[in-house]
Nanobody
Framework: QVQLVESGGGSVQPGGSLRLSCAAS????????MAWYRQAPGKQRELVAA???????NYPDSMKGRFTISRDNAKNTVALQMNSLNPEDTAVYYC?????????WGQGTQVTVST
C-alpha cells in the first residue's frame, strides 16, 4: 500500500515563499517519478512539477523559475520550493506517484496567497 503525506502548506503574502514536503511510503521509492499537482477552486487539477528517479525535472512554463522540485531518496521524501508566490498560486497542492499501474494521491495541503 502506498501512502503520501504532504506538509508545509499555509498562508503567505504575495511575493513570499513556502516549502512543501511529501513523505512517501512505498517500496523502491527511488525508482519512481514523483510529482506535485495543484487544484484551485473551480479549476482542474494541474501539474506543478515532476522529478524522475535520476533527478531530471519537468515544469510547466508557468511554473519555471519560481518552483523547484527535489527529492531525497534516502528519506523517501519529495519537496517543492515555491518562491515569488502570487494569489493565482492559491490551491490545494497534492503529491502524486504512479506505482505499479495505479495513481496515488496524498490528502493535499492548502496554500493560500493573499494580502
Amino acid at each position: 500500500q502506498v501512502q503520501l503525506v504532504e506538509s508545509g502548506g499555509g498562508s503567505v503574502q504575495p511575493g513570499g515563499s513556502l516549502r512543501l514536503s511529501c513523505a512517501a511510503s512505498l517500496r523502491l521509492f527511488s525508482f519512481y517519478v514523483m510529482a506535485w499537482y495543484r487544484q484551485a477552486p473551480g479549476k482542474q487539477r494541474e501539474l506543478v512539477a515532476a522529478i524522475t528517479s535520476g533527478g531530471s525535472t519537468n515544469y510547466p512554463d508557468s511554473m519555471k523559475g519560481r518552483f523547484t522540485i527535489s527529492r531525497d531518496n534516502a528519506k523517501n521524501t519529495v519537496a517543492l520550493q515555491m518562491n515569488s508566490l502570487n494569489p493565482e498560486d492559491t490551491a490545494v497542492y497534492y503529491c502524486n506517484v504512479d506505482w505499479h499501474g495505479r495513481t496515488y494521491w496524498g490528502q493535499g495541503t492548502q496554500v493560500t496567497v493573499s494580502t
